[in-house]
């Protein structure tokens, strides 16, 4: 077994990625995820694995200094909050279309505009749809317990490094900032060896230069790029979906909710199934890629689908896809940093679905 | 005597640096970037630094640098190269880091990023070339653009009391503890090719010394944006850009020897 610990969730994530191996950290603060460059930095980071921590002059610079490190072969990484991340936009879609593997956590809050320093989940468009410019995807992990924010920073590096693509860590204002037990993975060794067949760490005599660009003038040329980054993002809708199915089996009803919100329906579940009424849910743990498949076969099995969100619903529309028209989806959602109760999340289910 | 005698090697006085490809310049004939990107790949091969340097470009007309610089080289978001050079020295602080810059790159959109890596004393090297003036997208007005000075933007001259002065980036960073060494060089004239290439060298030896960010100006051209010859382009730089951008060292070793 793991070392055990009691922390926050942003901490979790900092330790979590001193143990991952990361090589660099560029970030700048913001609230409700401060407390993660904060840990590194009271770590030292760099006496303890040798990781480069800065704290950046912005966002933008962040997002171009993990660019630059990226383009290295170098494991690392940044975070921030929902306006932050809005900031990195551009420098997020260059690193798509490099093909470069990072870490981004977004510790979303809520907007739009400053919004609040609350928990919400209203980023799930911007994440899971490209969020910058241009046809992209990024891999986006949707933690539910701060367990999830550690074991979710080696897993997001792993498929970032597999695929040559960004990796998203979704989370929110909630799991960032509450504390509970985490089992620790062992720390891995920091890379030493890099695949020299797309780096750049000086042109040696045995290879041709390397070159990190996301720039293709010529029509033809940036189409079959475009073609290349499709293929990629369609494998890992075929090998790299992960959800969690609680109570599903007998399901009459399910929830469908990710983060936040899917422990609140877990919650619900065990009220409903007091009252004798056979609910489930299913969690999406990868929100891109998206568990369509799953929810269609679990459209055969329950009667109607209620959708939870920390937003006035986004990821509802994945699920009314996925379903295409079999079964009823409805959504239920708060925002700007309102939490709906298990209850008020069971009362919806029981008006919009089981009555309506 | 036929030409085929003459290409002997004890006849040769020059050729071209390996470490540029054979790929024509998309520059316009005239301009200052294929002296600029001659210069310093010679640097680096005659300091034999080729497997431990790593080159920025920007967004500009020397946006596709890497197609002529033979070496590992990363593209970066406009005016966002010190983050991305930042970045790579930071991971690797022995290898060779630069950035290859135009005005409106460094000088407006990526101001920050210049002033704050400039600040920390990144241990890498800026060449910044400035024409006064956005080449690529057709001759806008730059935040160097001269007083009364015409572009595309600015059709009438450009009126400071609307628009603003010219900014000096490269006295702003000499002021800044970071920055080890600054200078500002032209590429128009032999003498002047000597003593930005001595320049540049000098930068590059910052950097292997870690003594902190070196900054190269090079004053250019733009004779296609500035509707004149070369040879005129060439004139009114001297006459016009030097006044106000005067050639020499600002900072050497850390210290200002000169304030402009």
């Not at chain 1, 929830?255 to 609910?279: H, M, N, P, W």
């Not at chain 2, 059709?155 to 628009?163: E, I, K, N, Q, T």
């Not at chain 2, 002047?192 to 902190?212: D, H, L, P, S």
């Not at chain 2, 296609?224 to 004139?235: A, C, L, V």
Request: charge should be neutral.
């Amino acid at each position: 077994m793991g070392e055990l610990r009691l922390m926050k969730g942003n901490e979790a994530i900092a330790e979590a990625a001193i143990r991952a191996g990361c090589d660099a950290y560029f970030g700048y603060p913001i609230t409700p995820q401060s407390e993660i460059i904060e840990y590194l930095a009271a770590e030292e980071t760099h006496k303890r694995t040798g990781m480069v921590l800065l704290q950046a002059e912005s966002e933008i610079a962040a997002i171009n200094m993990v660019y630059g490190a990226a383009s290295t072969g170098k494991k690392v990484m940044t975070s921030s909050s929902s306006p932050g991340i809005s900031l990195k936009q551009e420098g997020i879609s260059y690193i798509a279309g490099a093909e470069l593997p990072c870490l981004i956590v977004n510790v979303v809050r809520g907007g739009p505009g400053l919004g609040t320093i609350q928990p919400s989940q209203a980023d799930y468009f911007q994440a899971t749809k490209g969020g910058g410019h241009g046809d992209y995807r990024l891999i986006v992990l949707a933690p539910a317990s701060v367990q999830e924010m550690s074991d979710f920073v080696k897993l997001a590096f792993d498929l970032a490094f597999k695929y040559r693509n960004p990796a998203m860590i979704l989370s929110d204002g909630m799991i960032g900032q509450m504390m509970e037990k985490v089992e620790l993975f062992d720390p891995v060794p920091r890379n030493t060896e890099f695949d020299q067949s797309w780096v750049i760490t000086g042109k040696t005599a045995d290879r041709e230069r390397n070159i990190i660009t996301s720039l293709h003038l010529e029509s033809a040329s940036m189409e079959k790029h475009n073609q290349e980054l499709q293929k990629k993002y369609i494998q890992m809708q075929e090998q790299e979906v992960r959800i969690e199915k609680i109570q599903c089996e007998d399901a009459e009803f399910l929830f469908v909710a990710y983060g936040s919100s899917a422990r609140i329906c877990q919650k619900a579940v065990d009220l409903a199934r007091a009252e004798g009424i056979k609910t489930g849910l299913l969690r999406p743990q990868t929100l891109f890629p998206f568990p369509t498949k799953e929810i269609e076969k679990m459209a055969g099995q329950v009667k109607g689908i209620l959708t939870v969100e920390l937003s006035m619903g986004q990821m509802v529309e994945d699920v009314r896809l996925a379903v295409n028209g079999k079964i009823k989806v409805e959504f239920y959602g708060r925002a700007g940093g309102m939490i709906p109760t298990p209850e008020e999340v069971l009362k919806a289910m029981k008006q919009k679905i089981i009555g309506g | 005597m036929e030409i085929k005698d003459i290409i002997k090697e004890e006849n040769l006085v020059y050729s071209k640096t390996k470490l540029l490809t054979d790929t024509t310049l998309t520059y316009c004939p005239g301009c200052g970037h294929g002296v600029a990107h001659r210069l310093l790949m010679e640097v680096i091969e005659e300091m034999n630094i080729r497997e431990d340097t790593i080159g920025i470009s920007p967004v500009g007309c020397s946006v596709f640098a890497y197609d002529f610089m033979d070496i590992d080289m990363a593209q970066a978001a406009h005016g966002r190269a010190p983050a991305v050079a930042t970045g790579i020295k930071r991971c690797w602080p022995d290898k060779f880091v630069f950035t290859y810059q135009g005005d409106g790159d460094l000088a407006a959109i990526g101001t920050a990023e210049t002033i704050h890596a400039c600040n920390r004393g990144e241990n890498f090297t800026i060449i910044f070339i400035n024409n006064g003036i956005y080449g690529m997208t057709g001759g806008q007005m730059a935040p160097t653009t001269l007083p009364g000075m015409k572009s595309s933007t600015t059709p009438f001259g450009r009126d400071v009391s609307l628009m603003g002065n010219p900014i000096k980036i490269t006295e702003l960073v000499a002021q800044l503890p970071g920055t080890y060494f600054v200078s500002r060089q032209a590429v128009h004239k032999p003498a002047n090719v000597r003593k930005a290439k001595k320049a540049i060298r000098t930068a590059f030896e910052v950097q292997q010394q870690k003594k902190g960010l070196s900054f190269v100006e090079i004053v250019s051209n733009c004779n296609s944006n500035w509707k004149m010859t070369p040879i005129q382009s060439n004139q009114w730089m001297e006459e016009n850009m030097f006044p106000y951008y005067p050639i020499g060292d600002i900072k050497i070793e850390g210290k200002l020897i000169k304030t402009n």
